[in-house]
C-alpha cells in the first residue's frame, strides 16, 4: 500500500530532522501564515559566553567588619597594610566563596584601624557566586556562567532552597547569603511589571544602572547579581546569531508572506541588535517579555487571523507553544518542558528545517483529497 501523503510527509521531515508528533500537526504546519521566534537558544546557537564580570565596588562579601589582626591570605597587601579598597584585591583562582571572604576580611583591615569594608567582591568572587545559584538551572544563560566559572577553575560551594522563574531568573542561598540572578529590571522592586523573586533589590545603585546600560548598549546581555537583596555585579553575556538564522528567517518571510516576529525576554537593545543581524523587522520585534506576554504577542496576531508558527526552545516559551496554532522546539538544547509542550521537535539543531517541513507540509496537503 502507498502510505498517505501526511504519514510519508512525517517520514520525510524525519530525514530532515524534525520530529512531526501527528498526521494533525503534519497538517497544520502548512497552514501558518505567521511566524514568532523567541531570541535565546532559538535565533541564536544557546552557546552565550560570559564577557564582562563587574563586581560593584563597596559590596560586603561577609557582615563581620571588624576583624582583628591581618589575614594572611592576602599575602604582599595585607602584610604591608596597604591592601586598597578600590577592588584591587588580588584575584583569587581556585578560591571559595569563603576563601573569598577571608581574603576580603584581610583586605579591610589596616593595621589597628577599625576595620571598614569596601570593595571586597572580586571578579572570581562575584563569578563563584552567580555560578553556584545557577549550577541547577538548565537555561542557556546559566549554563554560561557555569562554563565561564569552569573556565577559571572556580570551586562551586552547594546552592540550596533553588528555584527559577521563567523570564526573570534564579535565586538560591550561597554559603548562608541569598544569590539572586536574572534580569536586572526584573531584579528591582517595584519596577513596572516586574514579578521580583527572592532576593530581589530595593534599588539600583548608580554603578548598577551604569552598567547594565553599557553592556546592553553594546549589544550584550546584561545580567544583575544581587546578594541579600542589594546589587553585586553584573555580568555581561553575549550569544551569536545561528548561521542558518538569516536565511531562515527570509525563508519564513518568503512563505507566509509575512516578517516575522521576534519575541524574547532579553532587552530590547540586544534583541534589536540581534533583529537587525537576522533580516527581522524593527517593528516585528516584542522584547523585555515574561511567558504570558509571549502568548499575548502571540494571541494579537491569532486574533488578527493569522495562524501563528511559535518556534522557542526554553520553559519560558512553554505557554507560547501551546497557545500558538503550532509550537516548534529546539531540540538539541531545549528545556524538556518545552519539548513536551510543542508539536514538534527540530532534533538536528537547524532552524532552516522549518521552512523546509512548512513546504513539505503544503505539499502533502495538497495530495490530500
Ligand atoms: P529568551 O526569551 O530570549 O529566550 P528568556 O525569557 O529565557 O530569554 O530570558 C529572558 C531574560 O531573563 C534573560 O535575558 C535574562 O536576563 C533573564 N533570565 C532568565 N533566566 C535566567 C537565568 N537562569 N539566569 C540569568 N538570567 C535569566
Ligand atoms: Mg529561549
Known amino acids: 500500500a502507498t502510505m498517505p501523503p501526511l504519514l510519508s510527509a512525517i517520514a520525510n521531515a524525519g530525514r530532515h530532522g524534525v520530529l512531526v508528533k501527528s498526521a494533525v500537526v503534519m497538517e497544520r504546519l502548512g497552514q501558518v501564515d505567521a511566524v514568532a521566534l523567541d531570541k ?37 597587601a595585607s602584610a604591608t597594610g596597604t591592601a586598597s579598597a578600590t577592588g584591587t584585591v588580588s584575584p583569587m583562582r581556585d578560591a571559595s566563596v569563603t576563601e573569598a571572604a ?3 576580611k584581610g583586605a579591610s583591615v589596616s593595621g589597628d584601624a577599625p576595620a571598614t569594608e569596601t570593595s571586597l567582591l572580586s571578579e572570581d568572587a562575584l563569578l563563584t557566586l552567580a555560578a553556584a545559584a545557577e549550577h541547577p ?22 546552592a540550596r532552597d533553588f528555584t527559577s522563574a521563567p523570564g526573570v531568573g534564579v535565586t538560591a542561598t550561597v554559603d548562608g547569603r541569598t544569590v539572586a540572578v536574572g534580569a536586572p ?6 519596577a513596572a511589571d516586574a514579578r521580583p523573586p527572592a532576593g530581589a533589590a530595593d534599588a539600583w545603585s548608580d554603578e548598577a544602572a551604569t552598567a547594565v546600560e553599557q553592556l546592553e548598549h553594546g549589544g550584550r546581555t546584561a545580567v544583575l547579581v544581587t546578594l541579600d537583596g542589594v546589587p553585586a555585579g553584573v555580568l555581561g553575556i553575549a550569544d551569536r546569531p545561528r548561521r542558518d538564522a538569516s536565511a ?4 519564513l518571510t518568503a512563505l507566509t508572506g509575512n516578517p516575522p516576529m521576534l519575541i524574547t525576554g532579553d532587552n530590547p537593545r540586544a534583541a534589536a541588535r540581534l533583529a537587525a543581524e537576522t533580516g527581522i523587522e524593527p517593528a516585528a520585534v516584542r522584547a523585555g517579555l515574561l511567558p504570558e506576554d509571549k502568548v499575548t504577542a502571540v494571541a494579537e496576531q491569532e486574533r488578527a487571523g493569522r495562524k ?37 521537535v527540530i532534533v538536528r539543531d537547524e532552524l532552516a528545517t522549518v521552512p523546509a517541513v512548512v513546504a513539505l507540509s503544503r505539499r502533502a496537503r495538497s495530495l490530500v483529497v
Do not use: Q
Not at 552557546?47 to 582583628?68: C, I, K, N, W
Not at 531562515?248 to 525563508?251: F, G, L
Open 102 to 104: 577571608s581574603i576580603a
Open 185 to 190: 529590571v526584573r531584579l528591582l522592586k517595584g
Open 137 to 158: 538551572s538548565e537555561h542557556p544563560l546559566a549554563r554560561a556562567i557555569v562554563a565561564a566559572a569552569r573556565d577559571r577553575g572556580l570551586t562551586l560551594p552547594e
Open 248 to 251: 531562515t528567517v527570509a525563508a
Open 40 to 76: 535565546t537558544g532559538t535565533l541564536t546557537e544557546g552557546t552565550p559566553r560570559v564577557t564582562d564580570l563587574r563586581p560593584f565596588a563597596g559590596v560586603r562579601l561577609t557582615e563581620a567588619a571588624s576583624v582583628a589582626g591581618t589575614a594572611s591570605a592576602l599575602g604582599d
Open 308 to 344: 501563528v508558527l511559535v518556534i522557542g526552545d526554553g520553559v519560558n516559551d512553554a505557554p507560547a507553544l501551546a497557545a500558538a496554532h503550532t509550537g516548534i522546539a529546539m531540540g538539541r538544547a531545549g528545556s524538556d518542558l518545552a519539548l513536551e509542550t510543542a508539536d514538534a
